[in-house]
């Protein structure tokens, strides 16, 4: 019984956080053409992958708009210094207007 509820508030809390965190790259990144996000964790890291159509406006100049975001991911979420790694992903092109569909 023990082992059941544990895997349930894990699973839980891995739902809460990818809904989180959707939800704010949506509203951060709604003119970028954000399309989503994938989430790989390691044990060492966790990878953050943003898919979105228009990657160099992700990622700022010189990559400061990167930095921001994983900052703030990393105060947000109480990730340690230097555990996660924000990525910017292209979405391929047959994709991009789907969801105009």
């Given at each position: 019984m023990y082992i059941c509820i544990s895997k349930c508030l894990h699973f839980v809390s891995d739902g809460i956080f990818k809904a989180e965190l959707n939800e704010f790259l949506t509203r951060e990144l709604a003119e970028d053409g954000y399309s989503g996000v994938e989430v790989r964790v390691t044990p060492t890291r966790t990878e953050i992958i943003i898919l979105a159509t228009r990657?160099?406006?992700?990622?700022?100049?010189?990559?400061?708009?990167?930095?921001?975001?994983?900052?703030?991911?990393?105060?947000?979420?109480?990730?340690?210094?230097?555990?996660?790694?924000?990525?910017?992903?292209?979405?391929?092109?047959?994709?991009?207007?789907?969801?105009?569909l």
């Open positions: 990657t160099q406006n992700v990622l700022g100049e010189k990559g400061r708009r990167i930095r921001e975001l994983t900052a703030v991911v990393q105060k947000r979420f109480g990730f340690p210094e230097g555990s996660v790694e924000v990525r910017s992903g292209r979405l391929p092109k047959c994709i991009h207007c789907s969801h105009f």
